[in-house]
């Protein structure tokens, strides 16, 4: 077991149904520490970059529109294990897949409806803290490399 970070979003479709709170509860309460987070409405060009890897998939216009329709929560979190942790209180991608009691399960409809995203590797967190946060924000909060 080691101390991790990760990178998670709550997406505009439970920022907009009033789940923000329970979400953040859901992953404290599973162990990962919030130690940087901040409401941002991504704009075109930010959610095309942070998803670039689906550029060429069929469901990536669907999902920068989706993901530009709201504010988003962004953050970081912290804690044994916080990738594969976040991963697992989240739940599978589909929503409707999503085991009971997940955060997906039980605050997304499908598979682009998701209400979460977590990074998936080491390097994807790293990438992924570094898109929304600048090192200035993160010693600013104390958040050291
Ligand atoms: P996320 O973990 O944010 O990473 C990429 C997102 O693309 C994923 O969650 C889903 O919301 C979305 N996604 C993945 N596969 C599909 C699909 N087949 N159809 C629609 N959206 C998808």
């Given at each position: 077991m080691s101390k991790e970070r990760t990178f998670s979003i709550v997406k505009p479709d439970a920022v907009l149904a009033g789940k923000t709170g329970a979400i953040v509860q859901h992953l404290t309460d599973g162990g990962l520490k919030p130690i940087a987070m901040k409401l941002v409405h991504l704009s075109q060009e930010q959610a095309k970059g942070f998803y670039h890897v689906h550029r060429?998939?069929?469901f990536f216009g669907d999902l920068v529109k989706f993901m530009t329709s709201g504010p988003c929560l962004v953050q970081v979190l912290e804690g044994e294990n916080a990738i594969a942790k976040n991963r697992e209180l989240m739940g599978a991608t589909d929503s409707k897949k999503?085991?009971?009691?997940t955060i997906r399960q039980k605050f997304g409809t499908d598979i682009e409806r998701n209400a979460a995203h977590g990074s998936d590797a080491p390097e994807t967190a790293k990438y992924e803290i570094g898109f929304f946060f600048s090192g200035a924000e993160l010693a600013a909060l104390g958040v050291t490399p």
């Open positions: 060429e998939r069929p999503a085991a009971a009691g």
